[in-house]
């Protein structure tokens, strides 16, 4: 990716980190967890939510491998809260995927319905920018502790299975990355067949 792709790219990508960690705070807090409000999360200041490491990590992965993915700064949440602990955090964990999906249909449907130019400036920024949200929200639905797909699962367990995948929160990440660089062609090929499933399904939302 060009420079200049790149910098009309990021505030994009800035707004899909933002809103992805706001649709998990106004969730939690609309279930009744305050905590994220008390926090100041509830806003869409990017600079209170964004991960220097995370938002490094897109600016390096956009530049060098052509592939952006970054992070943003978690939001807290305190099932204890919620009715129903389990569920509450499966919701609250749903919503940031949810909210990358949407901003991809609305990427998708600029590019679909938009006359731009294939080869254009504005078809390259909105085709990666609804590559990152696909990504950002394939990415956080894999089960595993502590990404979003984890808590989601969790919620069909019982209390005791779940108090120990939670506490795998700590290695996790580890797994993942781990896991990726040892199978990365795997890992590729399957995102590659995962973007045209996705793309299939949202052409067919957008009436393309």
């Known amino acids: 990716m060009d420079l ?3 910098l009309l790219l990021l505030p994009i990508v800035l707004v899909s980190l933002t809103l992805h960690e706001l649709a998990h705070a106004w969730v939690a807090w609309k279930l009744g967890d305050p905590t994220a409000r008390e926090q100041g999360r509830l806003t869409l200041n990017p600079l209170v939510h964004l991960d220097p490491l995370g938002t490094l990590m897109f600016a390096l992965t956009a530049l060098l491998a052509n592939l952006p993915f970054g992070w943003a700064r978690p939001v807290p949440v305190n099932p204890s809260y ?3 602990a389990k569920e509450g955090m499966a919701i609250v964990a749903a919503a940031g995927p949810a909210m990358n ?3 991809a249909l609305l990427c998708l449907a600029l590019v679909r319905h938009l006359e731009l130019e294939p080869a254009g400036r504005s078809f390259e920024v909105l085709e990666k920018a609804w590559i990152v949200n696909v990504v950002l ?3 956080n639905l894999i089960p595993v502790p502590p990404l979003d797909g984890s808590r989601i699962v969790g919620a069909l ?3 005791a299975t779940y108090a ?3 506490g795998l929160d700590q290695v996790g990440m580890v797994i993942v990355f781990g896991s990726f660089f040892l199978f990365q062609d795997a890992f590729t090929e399957a995102l590659g067949d995962a ?3 996705v793309r299939d399904v949202m052409d067919v939302l957008v009436l393309a």
């Open 101 to 103: 999906f949407a901003i």
């Open 157 to 159: 367990m019982d209390n």
């Open 164 to 166: 120990r995948w939670i």
């Open 82 to 84: 919620f009715r129903r």
């Open 4 to 6: 200049e792709t790149f």
């Open 137 to 139: 929200g394939l990415f």
């Open 195 to 197: 973007l045209r499933i």
